[in-house]
C-alpha cells in the first residue's frame, strides 16, 4: 500500500489524492450577490450539511492566481448565500458556470437560468432547481498560513423544494435525481446505485 506524508506532496497531487478519495461529493451551487446587486453563480463540491441542529453548511473555495473567487469576494461583501441542488436536469448549466469569468458577469445570465432572489436574502438560487437553500454565512475561517482556502459555515435559513419531489418533509431521492462528483471531469447520478441498509438497533 502506497503512503502519503500530505506536506511532502506538491499541491496538484494533495489535491488529485484527496479529491479522488472522498467521493461522490455533493455540489453546493452557490448564489451570491456583490455589493452593486451583480449576480454571481459557481458549483462548489468543497461542500456538505454538517449540522442539523444549527443547521449548517460548509463551503470551501481556493483562490485563483492569489486572489479569492467571486464568490467569497461577494460573501464577505454581503454575507448571504444560496445553493441549488445540482441534479441531472441542470448537470449542464452547472459545469458552464465553473468558467471563469470577471466579477461583472451575470453567470445567471450566461448559462440562460433564471435567478430568483430569496426570500430572506438577497442571493438568487436558481429558478430551474429542484431545491434551494437560503443561507447567511457564519464566518469564513482561513485555511494554512497564508491561508490559501477559505472555509464558509453557513446557516440555513429557509429551504425550497419542488413539490413532487417531497413527502411531508421526506425528499424522494428518485425524484430528485442528485448529481456527485468525483475527481476532475468525473461525475455520478445517484437513481440506479441507491440501496437500502438498516441500521442496527
Ligand atoms: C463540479 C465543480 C465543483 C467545484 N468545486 C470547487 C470547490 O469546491 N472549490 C473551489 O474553489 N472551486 C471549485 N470549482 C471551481 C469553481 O467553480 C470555479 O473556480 C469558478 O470559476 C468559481 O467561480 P466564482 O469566481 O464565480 O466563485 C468547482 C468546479 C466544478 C465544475
Not at 458549483?43 to 467569497?72: E, I, M, Q, W
Request: overall charge negative.
Amino acid at each position: 500500500m502506497a503512503t502519503f506524508t500530505l506536506s511532502d506532496l506538491a499541491g496538484i497531487d494533495r489535491y488529485k489524492l484527496l479529491t479522488g478519495l472522498i467521493v461522490p461529493r455533493p455540489i453546493g451551487w452557490i448564489g451570491t450577490v456583490d455589493a452593486e446587486g451583480v449576480h454571481n453563480l459557481a458549483p462548489y463540491s468543497f461542500f456538505n450539511c454538517v449540522s442539523a441542529t444549527p443547521p449548517t453548511v460548509v463551503v470551501g473555495t481556493g483562490h485563483r492566481s492569489g486572489s479569492p473567487k467571486d464568490t467569497l469576494s461577494n460573501l464577505r461583501e454581503t454575507g448571504v448565500f444560496t445553493v441549488s441542488i445540482v441534479t441531472e436536469g441542470v448537470v449542464e448549466a452547472m459545469n458552464a458556470t465553473s468558467a471563469e469569468v470577471p466579477p461583472d458577469v451575470d453567470e445567471f445570465a450566461e448559462a440562460g437560468l433564471t435567478a430568483v432572489v430569496g426570500t430572506t436574502v438577497d442571493a438568487p438560487y436558481v429558478g430551474e432547481a429542484k431545491a434551494a437553500l437560503e443561507c447567511e454565512v457564519n464566518r469564513i475561517v482561513p485555511l494554512g498560513d497564508p491561508p490559501k482556502s477559505w472555509l464558509v459555515i453557513g446557516d440555513v435559513r429557509i429551504i425550497h423544494v419542488q413539490d413532487d419531489i417531497l413527502d411531508g418533509t421526506r425528499i424522494d431521492p428518485q425524484r430528485l435525481e442528485a448529481i456527485g462528483r468525483f475527481a476532475g471531469s468525473g461525475y455520478c447520478t445517484t437513481v440506479e446505485g441507491l440501496f437500502s441498509l438498516e441500521r442496527p438497533t
